[in-house]
């Protein structure tokens, strides 16, 4: 079921980047209110709820990544947007 739901959500978010394993999409955005009312209003209309919402704001490790397309020394991913 709640791959389903992913599914639907992530054809309905054709920006994001789906994670099957943690059952999450990440969705680019500019960070704004206006960006994530958007994003809230396309999941509504097709008639999908979230059951979780967290916005990462990108730190110099996200932008070593994006710039050089290499993990940190940490090891951690490119996780910049909103998950749902």
Avoid: C, W, Y
């Amino acid at each position: 079921m709640f791959l389903l739901r992913l599914n639907a959500a992530s054809s309905v978010l054709d920006e994001s980047s789906r994670d099957d394993d943690a059952l999450a999409l990440t969705v680019p955005s500019d960070g704004g209110v206006k960006a994530l009312r958007n994003t809230l209003d396309r999941l509504a209309k097709a008639n999908l709820e979230v059951d979780d919402l967290s916005i990462h704001t990108p730190d110099l490790d996200d932008v070593f990544f994006a710039l050089t397309g290499a993990k940190t020394q940490s090891g951690g991913d490119d996780t910049k947007g909103t998950e749902s």
